[in-house]
């Protein structure tokens, strides 16, 4: 089992950028796919960016590619979300899912623990 928590969400201008990050608890991080979800008030969680378990396979939905980086750390058994050039429509709470396999998915039901989530705040 491991357990989730996300940080470094905030208020931030279009433009501007943040880095999320989202550490994980337990010795076995490296076993697990890391993926980023979003929510946005009204609307269903969305698939952000995954990475397998070596990080060698990166994942992103097609708004975000070009702007956001997902990375991980597996020696300080965390994962990052890199977000630059934010716009307003990046919105939503932020959350942070581990699944136990070597490859990442895009749809939440793949991911067995969730972070809380952490609020980001693109104004325009």
């Known amino acids: 089992q491991v357990q989730l928590v996300e940080s470094g969400g905030g208020l931030v201008q279009a433009g501007g950028s943040l880095r999320l990050s989202c550490a994980a608890s337990?010795?076995?991080?490296?076993?697990?796919?890391m993926g980023w979800f979003r929510q946005a008030p009204g609307k269903e969680r969305e698939f952000v960016a995954a990475i397998s378990w070596s990080g060698s396979m990166l994942r992103y939905v097609n708004s975000v590619k070009g702007r956001f980086t997902i990375s991980r750390d597996n020696a300080k058994n965390t994962v990052y979300l890199q977000m630059n050039s934010l716009k307003p429509e990046d919105t939503a709470v932020y959350y942070c899912a581990a699944r136990p396999a070597p490859l990442s998915g895009s749809s939440s039901s793949e991911y067995d623990y969730w972070g809380q989530g952490t609020q980001v705040t693109v104004s325009s």
């Open positions: 337990g010795r076995t991080f490296g076993s697990y796919a």
